[in-house]
């Protein structure tokens, strides 16, 4: 089996990072830390969707 199809370790460590500070987000009480957090995770994803091509930054809806 090829690794062709499978995401390179930097786009898996990325993609991880952004769920886990969408994560975060959704457990955090204060609006400024949760917007903060939210937009790290959104450039995160932009970032991957540049770099990586199409969907690279997507994840499955939680």
């Known amino acids: 089996m090829s690794g062709e199809n499978q995401p390179s370790e930097r786009v898996r460590h990325l993609r991880d990072k952004a769920q ?7 457990h955090a009480e204060d609006p400024a830390d949760r917007q903060r957090l939210t937009d790290e995770a959104l450039r995160i994803r932009q970032e991957l969707e540049r770099d990586e091509g199409p969907g690279t930054g997507t994840m499955d809806p939680m």
Do not use: D, V
């Open 20 to 26: 886990g500070l969408e994560q975060a987000a959704q």
